[in-house]
């Protein structure tokens, strides 16, 4: 184990390790040419800790050194409809709440610009986006965002910014709190709004944690993301939850006058004790649901079956290192086309395109994403698959 790390949210107490979960599949975004590359994929250790505080969890074990972002790896989520609904409506909402006209916005790990070139489409601002994962042609592209393929240097460099955002990148960091204290230095005296989205932590430490991946760092429930932004010098605008209860977000601002933007659901004391009564029991949780899956997929074979797994993402890689390491299901798919015919970290299970169920004889399709559910279940009738959806 390592030295008594300090929480990164409020600061105020040591982290009490509380789950080992062992080896955890590290490049879950990376989709590999061969399967004997896959099965050579690295496993880190997942030794969690929280904060009895607050609510904050962090990998205790996690090595950074382990994990190389680049253009290798892809989580783009954009190939979902459901996905690009909820995201052009966020789009929609943080144009008509801040006066982005002319103004400049920072995406610090912006994926592959979609969110960005939207946001700069709709609300008639200038993007900033910088990504070591993005794989398109940097420089302006005309949508009014420039994109840079790399960490974001925070330093002189940066442009002045009016909004910064920040999505699904915040819990990769090794050092959240230190990232935000540098955000506020280099908004300096100017009046600056921020959005941040992360993994609702109180979902995944609440289920079996299929998004306790090695690639996360951080666990923050409302109670705690608010605790770090605080502690960082920004104001809380608004938070909650969003994408099912599966996302967490806060709005920030600092130097911002007049009152907070909006609610600010669920991120009071209550909320604090509600993460930390999962996180008590997480452990054993996690253990009888990849129990339980093995069984249920025992079951589904011995009744003569073919079960597939629909999702090939970070939560389908965790649960097919759990619940399918010998690779039993008949098949896993996926919308993202980048993906098809490469095989997955670890277990080394090949992606196909959903179009390759058709005429399959499956009768049971898992999935670890319950946001997916309609989704997944319209496809599979367009495809003329029959077959009953088993949520994970």
Same mark, same amino acid.
């Given at each position: 184990?390592t030295?008594?790390?300090? @929480?990164?949210?409020?600061? +105020?107490?040591?982290?009490?390790p509380?789950?080992d979960?062992?080896g955890?599949?590290?490049?879950?975004?990376?989709?590999?040419?061969?399967?004997?590359?896959?099965?050579?994929?690295?496993?880190?250790?997942?030794?969690?800790?929280? @904060? *009895?505080?607050c609510?904050?969890v962090?990998?205790?074990?996690f090595d950074?050194?382990?994990?190389v972002?680049?253009?290798?790896?892809?989580?783009?989520?954009?190939?979902?409809?459901?996905?690009? $609904?909820?995201?052009? #409506?966020?789009?929609?909402?943080?144009?008509? +709440?801040?006066?982005?006209?002319?103004?400049?916005?920072?995406?610090?790990?912006?994926?592959?610009?979609?969110f960005?070139?939207?946001?700069?489409?709709? =609300?008639? @601002?200038?993007?900033?986006?910088?990504?070591?994962?993005? =794989?398109?042609?940097?420089?302006?592209?005309? $949508?009014?965002?420039?994109?840079?393929?790399?960490?974001a240097?925070?330093?002189?460099?940066?442009?002045?910014?009016?909004?910064?955002?920040?999505?699904?990148?915040?819990? !990769?960091?090794? &050092?959240?709190?230190?990232?935000?204290? +540098?955000?506020?230095e280099? =908004?300096? %005296?100017?009046?600056v709004?921020g959005?941040?989205?992360?993994p &609702?932590?109180?979902?995944?430490?609440?289920?079996?944690?299929?998004?306790?991946?090695? *690639? !996360?760092?951080?666990?923050?429930?409302?109670?705690?993301?608010?605790?770090i932004?605080?502690?960082?010098?920004? +104001?809380?605008?608004?938070?909650?939850?969003?994408?099912?209860?599966m996302?967490?977000?806060v709005?920030?601002?600092?130097?911002?006058?007049?009152?907070?933007?909006?609610?600010?659901? &669920?991120?009071?004391p209550?909320?604090?004790d509600?993460?930390?009564? $999962?996180? %008590?029991?997480?452990?054993?949780?996690?253990?009888?649901?990849?129990d339980r899956?093995?069984?249920?997929?025992?079951?589904?074979?011995?009744?003569?079956d073919?079960?597939?797994?629909?999702?090939?993402?970070?939560r389908?890689?965790?649960?097919?290192?759990?619940?399918?390491?010998?690779?039993?299901?008949?098949?896993?798919?996926?919308?993202? *086309?980048?993906?098809?015919?490469?095989h997955?970290?670890?277990t080394?299970?090949?992606?196909?395109?959903? #179009?390759?169920l058709?005429? $399959?004889?499956?009768?049971?399709?898992?999935?670890?994403n319950p946001?997916?559910?309609? #989704?997944?279940? =319209?496809?599979l009738?367009?495809?003329?698959?029959?077959?009953e959806?088993?949520?994970?």
């Open positions: 184990m030295a008594a790390r300090r @929480c990164a949210a409020c600061g +105020r107490h040591d982290l009490v509380f789950a979960l062992g955890m599949p590290v490049l879950c975004g990376v989709h590999f040419a061969s399967r004997a590359e896959a099965l050579a994929s690295p496993l880190g250790a997942m030794w969690l800790g929280h @904060c *009895p505080g609510g904050y962090r990998n205790l074990a950074p050194a382990l994990l972002y680049d253009t290798t790896m892809d989580t783009n989520l954009h190939h979902s409809p459901a996905f690009q $609904s909820f995201s052009a #409506e966020l789009v929609k909402r943080l144009a008509g +709440r801040y006066p982005l006209g002319g103004a400049t916005v920072l995406d610090v790990g912006c994926g592959q610009g979609e960005l070139r939207e946001l700069c489409h709709v =609300a008639g @601002c200038r993007g900033v986006g910088y990504d070591a994962m993005y =794989a398109g042609p940097t420089g302006s592209d005309g $949508s009014g965002a420039t994109f840079h393929r790399g960490h240097p925070l330093d002189d460099t940066t442009p002045a910014f009016d909004l910064v955002t920040s999505r699904h990148w915040f819990e !990769h960091l090794d &050092d959240p709190y230190g990232f935000l204290v +540098r955000l506020r280099l =908004a300096g %005296a100017r009046t709004h959005y941040l989205e992360v &609702d932590a109180g979902y995944d430490l609440g289920t079996a944690g299929w998004e306790v991946i090695y *690639p !996360h760092v951080s666990y923050f429930d409302g109670y705690s993301l608010c605790r932004v605080e502690r960082a010098g920004w +104001r809380v605008e608004a938070t909650g939850r969003l994408f099912s209860g996302f967490r977000f709005e920030i601002s600092v130097n911002a006058p007049g009152p907070v933007a909006g609610p600010v659901e &669920d991120a009071g209550g909320d604090r509600r993460q930390l009564g $999962s996180i %008590a029991g997480f452990a054993a949780r996690h253990a009888a649901e990849r899956w093995r069984g249920t997929i025992d079951r589904l074979l011995d009744a003569g073919r079960p597939v797994l629909w999702g090939a993402g970070s389908g890689v965790q649960f097919l290192h759990l619940a399918d390491p010998d690779r039993r299901l008949a098949a896993v798919v996926d919308v993202n *086309p980048r993906k098809w015919g490469r997955l970290p670890v080394g299970h090949e992606v196909s395109p959903p #179009e390759s058709a005429g $399959s004889g499956t009768r049971a399709v898992i999935i670890t946001a997916y559910r309609d #989704e997944i279940g =319209a496809a009738r367009r495809l003329g698959v029959r077959a959806l088993l949520v994970a």
